[in-house]
């Protein structure tokens, strides 16, 4: 009894399947040569990038077009377009491969009644190795009597082609554009250094133009005991230009001494003063190397290049403001002769190790 049961359950099992088989209608793409033959690229794969893989739509067929069918390619769509390219479409395997992804690919009925129309939406994307470079759609619309399944498959036909020329087309005309994109985002940073600057109120950093008791134009501070105080500082300006992608950033870096508010009292207005206020700049001048060599070694990320070059510059900032407080306490504002004759000799040999003023 238990055996004749189970002979019961695999037959209606066998007959849903052959039910179900008959509602999907199998399209297989017409073996003809392609119009179009590529010159700059070739289709090295296709992948099916679709939520629904297993159909491409639904017709109505049967008796008065009253019943919808699915409807797919055979072997699904990826296998059924990659082996019509093969054999159907020109192409140089030298030339830049290209993986071709399917994003769309659609048939919707449109009317109903005894003359069916379908139409055909086709979202295709390009990519080559990894990186997307183009995306292109196409598609038609058929009207037939009934059963338009054999028609579809020449719009499919169509649509690809057509999109295949277009981008073809558009790499012949953008050849430097592709490259470059293929070649993915980057950045290059360079960095100068001029002698000179455009604000009258700022001297920059010259070996042949140390700082003269004149440049010390600002009120002198009456809340202040030291005899002088320079104001000097980094000034860092950036230019960014894109082009497909390729970024590069140019960077100027100048050290600058600010005349407006670097003041000296008259009675201090003497070579020992001036010479300890000179120290003071050469420091400044000494990390704005380093900040140039630090930008120069570092490597820049497309993404984040200028959070990278701030932090850069803060840390040179930090490291510049904390010599400058080490050297006024050890040489007490240039008080303390031998601690001043050290720091002097300390700051030019730095200095002169520097690239930037060699």
Not at 85 to 93: A, M, S, Y
Not at 227 to 256: E, R
Not at 298 to 309: Q, V
Request: glycine letters at 8%.
């Amino acid at each position: 009894m238990l055996r004749r049961r189970l002979t019961i359950l695999v037959s209606v099992f066998f007959t849903v399947l052959a039910a179900a088989g008959q509602e999907k209608k199998i399209i297989k793409l017409k073996q003809q040569p392609m119009n179009t033959r590529l010159q700059y690229y070739h289709i090295a794969d296709v992948k099916d990038d679709r939520t629904d893989t297993g159909n491409i739509g639904s017709i109505r067929a049967g008796l008065f077009s009253k019943k919808y069918v699915s409807i797919d390619l055979l072997g699904g769509a990826a296998n059924a377009l990659r082996g019509f390219l093969q054999i159907n479409l020109g192409q140089d395997t030298n030339s830049m491969p290209i993986t071709l992804h399917i994003r769309q690919l659609e048939v919707a009925e449109k009317t109903g009644g005894l003359k069916a129309e379908s139409e055909v939406r086709m979202h295709l994307w390009f990519y080559n190795r990894g990186v997307k470079v183009a995306e292109y759609t196409g598609g038609g619309t058929i009207q037939a009597a009934i059963d338009a399944g054999r028609y579809i498959e020449e719009l499919i036909r169509r649509s690809l082609d057509d999109i295949l020329h277009q981008f073809d087309t558009w790499a012949g005309q953008h050849q430097e554009e592709l490259s470059t994109m293929v070649k993915g985002p980057s950045v290059e940073v360079v960095v100068e250094m001029p002698s000179n600057t455009d604000d009258t109120g700022k001297i920059a950093f010259s070996n042949s133009r140390p700082l003269v008791l004149g440049d010390f134009q600002g009120k002198p501070d009456d809340l202040s005991r030291a005899s002088a105080a320079t104001y000097s500082g980094i000034d860092v300006k950036t230019s960014t230009a894109t082009l497909y992608g390729q970024t590069k950033v140019t960077v100027t870096v100048v050290p600058f001494f600010d005349k407006e508010r670097s003041w000296c009292r008259s009675n201090s207005r003497n070579a020992r003063t001036l010479q300890h206020e000179q120290m003071h700049f050469n420091i400044t001048v000494i990390k704005a190397c380093e900040l140039v060599a630090a930008i120069r070694a570092f490597k820049f990320s497309p993404d984040s290049y200028m959070k990278e070059l701030e932090q850069l510059y803060r840390q040179k900032d930090k490291e510049g403001q904390q010599m400058q407080q080490q050297y006024d306490g050890e040489t007490n504002h240039g008080q303390i002769m031998a601690a001043q004759a050290k720091w002097e000799g300390q700051i030019r040999e730095s200095l002169g190790k520097q690239d930037c003023y060699k």
